[in-house]
């Protein structure tokens, strides 16, 4: 790529800045249009010229319940991404510590979870619903984070095994010789040099539960609604009103794109389960 | 500005940090041994143990009963196994089969394509690369339901941004949602714009982390251009592009929130990919026990053509180990 002819380095330029246009300019206009008064939202030709104003923002965030889907997504986010990461990073500290990679035991406990993540959602949809519901476990929050944290738990197996499994074994060993307990080895030898895929684990569960649709729409009503199930309502409720429903997308999409943002350093090798190093 | 910002560093080479291990030694660690290591596995199995049991009682109960959530009462009465009968003579079924094949076909070769061409373009020298870098994840980490919402808005066939530059240009409008000749195609395009980043960002870390010297070698050799890319770069990246067509494939098959927000699988069946037809079965039809024997096939289905890949992309192979 040194001696690059100046030719082709333009036109690789050229192509990259296009794809970033190609990604950034619906977002502007989404944006753009939660800015617009009604009518200049719901207009033919597109207006270009306008005066910003938040009186949409104002009615996403009150009228149409922004706030409180906010707080409910938010709330089922961290707490099943924390449990998520206290139950993973036992599991994978196991399958690749305590018992190697390739044994076994551990292999087959890591493809049980494997089969878990691939398996479509729809599986377990309906079973989930019924037996919730009559439980009372759907309506409110609760039945939904134990779901989210099922899902946190696989994806958090799987970001800690690929960190954990080229981590030298000697270490732990050395600390059971000391008496440490298993516990006690993995929170004083390993958890110090996984902060980053700790951080990384969050950020991703954290995403994959506010954005979770299908779940969320089944399992929750009225105020436990999530972010996605919220602006999905309005859709239906308020037909195009354009202006609202791009303040209340713009709303709901902010926070996890900042943090995705913040995390980006560590999110190649947490997407591809270590797919990439 | 960082380039390196995006792999992260090995943690056995970073310089480990270790906490004063020491205790004094304890005496018979054998039984309390198995304990321990049992008690590492608790966490994870209180919550998902639960939960598979529920999956296999609970869908048992449903695909051998014709529940129907507004008729009380209906899911006492045992059909055995009419559910699966009326799958395999269901058109609507086969045909949201045929629309989830199209839309994982379609959206992951694209996808793939123009991933792996945009990070190749990214790799090496860019002005802004960092902050291009930023931008490129938004579409990604995007609400999937304010990506479709945001897409709809675009695509309105009185307000949309997409029909007026159409009109003004001469092409002329249409409702590309509303005509089911190109509502899949429509909803396909969605997804090619939010995921194609993650199949260049994931890239994009495979090239940076490739060895440079086969790359030296080929270029001493005389190798340049597409022919550098042929035999040098695609061969070397071919783990990590395996394992990106396998996540993507996993994620698109699940594929629900866009097409329900955009078409909720219309115009009549053409949009309608398998989760939305289970989707529509269930919380629409409210015949609770079809859904879930429509999800029970579809999920084995799935698995069968799509885990024996998985395990072998992910280099988990249970090694007969003897002694």
Redesign the interface.
Known sequence: ?KN?RPALHAL??V???A??L???L??A??VS?SLKSDVD??????VWFFVPEFGSYVDAWVDGGMGQAIIVSASVAVVSSI?GI???L??A??TTQ?WPA???GS?????GV??????????????????FFSVGLTGNPVGLT??H??YA?LLA?LIFRS??V???RE?RE??I??????????L??IL???W??TF?TFVLAL?QS??E??YA??LTSGDSQT??VT??GF?SFFG?N?AR??AA?VI??LP??I???LV??????????G??? | MSTV????G???T?G???????????SGRRP?DLV??A??????T???VP?LL??LV??IQ?VTHGENLLRPGSGDRFIGLDNFFRAFSDPTLFGSIRVTLIYVFAAVGIEMV?GV??AL???????GKGF???????????????AA??????L?P??G?IN?FLDTVGVGGHAFLADPTTALGTVILVEV?QNT??V???V???LE?LDPSPFEAAQVDGATGIRLLRYITLPLLA??LS??VL?RV?DA??T??II??MTKGGPGTSTLA??NY??RI??EAFE?GY??T???L??VA??VI??PA??RL?G????K?RG
């Not at chain 2, 480990?16 to 304890?26: A, D, E, F, W």
Request: charged share 10%; with cysteine; net charge positive.
């Open positions: 790529m690059q690789r330029v192509g990259v800045y794809f970033v190609w990604c950034i619906p977002l206009w989404l249009t939202a719901f207009s033919r030709v597109p449990l206290l139950a993973g036992p599991l500290y196991l305590v390739e044994a076994p292999a087959r406990l890591i493809l494997l089969l878990l993540t691939t398996v479509p959602p729809v599986l377990s949809l309906t079973p989930f619903y019924r037996t134990i779901i944290t099922f738990i197996v960190f954990l080229s981590f030298p270490i050395a600390a010789i000391d008496g440490l307990g298993e516990w006690g080895a993995l004083r030898t110090p040099n996984v980053g895929a990384a995403i506010w954005n649709f299908l729409l089944v972010v996605p602006i999905a859709l195009t354009w429903l791009t997308g709901g999409a996890i794109v943090f995705a943002i980006r350093k560590h999110m190649a090798r947490g997407l591809s389960f797919g990439v190093k | 910002g995006i792999t992260q090995n943690a056995a970073d480990l940090k270790i906490g004063n291990p020491y205790r004094p030694p304890r309390r321990s290591r008690s590492l596995a608790l966490p994870a209180i919550i998902i939960l529920v999956i609970q869908g449903l123009l061409a945009v373009a990214l790799h090496g020298r860019i002005p291009l870098r930023s931008l490129i994840i938004i579409p990604m980490v995007l609400t999937p339901v304010v919402l945001m897409w709809r808005l675009l309105d009185t307000s941004f007026w714009w980043p993650f260049v960002i994931i994009l870390a495979g982390s783990p990590v394992i990106v996540l996993i098959v699940k629900f929130a329900n927000t398998i989760s289970v989707y269930g919380f609770i859904a879930t429509v999800g029970v579809v999920s799935v698995l799509l885990f998985a395990i992910m988990l192979r249970i090694r180990v």
